[in-house]
């Protein structure tokens, strides 16, 4: 038969819904699955909690920094292996909060007076696709436009052209 649990929840085969007992209003998308990370009294809200129940093991063979900025995105958590040098722990710190979600700090820009032949080679050296041309060819500068690889062809057209004229 069926149980309810009245204390929190732990593992996954305690979220199923029940037959007999949920109604047309218990869907996917209004269930919480927000896990406190402190101690708090009932009744208080947590300092801390994770968004979803998830977190990744201290092994090197499953954290890193990309593992750590999915999770994070998602509001999990990660935790960074103990099995390397320091320095290296806190670059992989860095580059997860360094991480800001759908931006990147952009190091391919182009000044409008580069040629197809400059945004080729920033391409091959960077292995970005798409190029932001700005006014003074930093991530800083007043963005005119964006090169991209359908653009232009490498083999086909005259690489002396000015990325402004594609």
Request: net charge positive.
């Amino acid at each position: 038969m069926a149980r309810i649990l009245d204390d929190i929840s732990r593992t996954f085969r305690e979220f199923l819904l029940l037959p007999g007992y949920t109604t047309k209003d218990h869907v996917p998308n209004r269930v919480s699955l927000k896990t406190p990370l402190s101690s708090f009294k009932r009744g208080e809200e947590p300092r801390a909690r994770l968004n979803i129940p998830l977190v990744s093991a201290a092994m090197q063979a499953v954290s890193g920094a990309e593992l750590a900025t999915a999770l994070s995105r998602k509001g999990g958590a990660s935790f960074i292996y103990c099995s390397q040098a320091i320095s290296v722990q806190a670059e992989m710190v860095r580059k997860v909060k360094d991480h800001k979600a759908g931006f990147v700090v952009s190091d391919s820009n182009l000044s409008p007076k580069a040629t197809l032949k400059d945004a080729v080679e920033l391409r091959s050296r960077t292995g970005h696709s798409t190029i932001a041309v700005t006014e003074n060819g930093e991530g800083n500068g007043k963005l005119l436009g964006l090169l991209t690889s359908k653009d232009f062809w490498e083999f086909k057209d005259d690489l002396s052209h000015l990325v402004t004229q594609h």
